[in-house]
């Protein structure tokens, strides 16, 4: 926060057919606009306590990598498409992998199974005899899914999808097996719950189109017949 700054209450152009700013401030949760005057110049009064997904970003601009490499890391890992180039997005597009910088549940799914992969080969190291009863590598892979969602700034897809990663080790632990629509209409309700306005953001709704479309296609169908310990059963 700085003196010398004038705010005012979000407004935008009133043009048809155009982009809508004053909304899209309002589905943001910008409830504020201002800025700084040259004259005098401004004086910070208190600086803002970083989270830590800014801790996270800066950590990572500081590695001694190329700048390509550096912003296509934010975006593959904590989700900063913003930092792309215009030459990113057309590439991403041409190669229809523009989802892969969205965090989604492929990357929650994949921290948490990484996670318990490696939590569950540990307690097969340390208690060989009886690994397999072992709690504490599902917790330790829930608060893998919890932290990575976190980090990647709990955006409604990512929400949406580490909900549904707790749900999905909820039922492989072997407790009680909701329905996968309970796992999804969860999922919904919590993020309303904890941010109602994503109901006005389209990457809500084409998240959990896309996870209903998933559900319907294959609820009902036959596992697969491989072996247990292949690679098939993952």
């Known amino acids: 926060m700085a003196n010398d700054a004038s705010f005012a209450t979000p407004s935008g152009f009133a043009n048809p057919d155009t982009f809508n700013y004053e909304q899209w401030l309002w589905r943001e949760g910008i409830h504020a606009t201002g800025y700084l005057r040259q004259e ?3 004086v910070r009064l208190s600086p803002a306590g970083p989270t830590l997904r800014q801790l996270a970003l800066g950590f990572l601009a500081r590695q001694p990598l190329g700048e390509q490499t550096k912003r296509w890391l934010a975006a593959l890992t904590l989700g900063d498409s913003e930092q792309l180039t215009q030459d990113d997005w057309s590439l ?3 190669t229809g992998t523009t989802h892969l910088v969205v965090i989604s549940g492929l990357h929650v799914g994949l921290v948490a199974s990484f996670v318990l992969m490696l939590a569950k080969l540990g307690a097969r190291f340390t208690t060989p005899t009886h690994w397999r009863m072992r709690t504490w590598p599902w917790w330790l892979a829930a608060l893998a899914c919890v932290g990575y969602a976190t980090l990647a700034g709990m955006a409604p897809p990512a929400m949406r999808a580490m909900v549904m990663t707790l749900v999905g080790l909820w039922v492989l632990s072997g407790r009680h097996a909701p329905g996968p629509w309970q796992g999804w209409w969860l999922a919904l309700a919590l993020v309303l719950l904890f941010d109602p306005l994503a109901l ?4 809500m709704w084409l998240s959990f189109i ?3 479309w998933l559900i319907i296609i294959w ?3 036959s596992r697969p017949r491989v072996s247990r310990a292949g690679a098939g059963r993952w």
């Open 40 to 42: 005098p110049a401004p």
């Open 92 to 94: 991403l597009n041409a």
């Open 200 to 203: 006005w953001r389209p990457g």
């Open 210 to 212: 896309a996870v209903a």
């Open 219 to 221: 609820q009902g169908r």
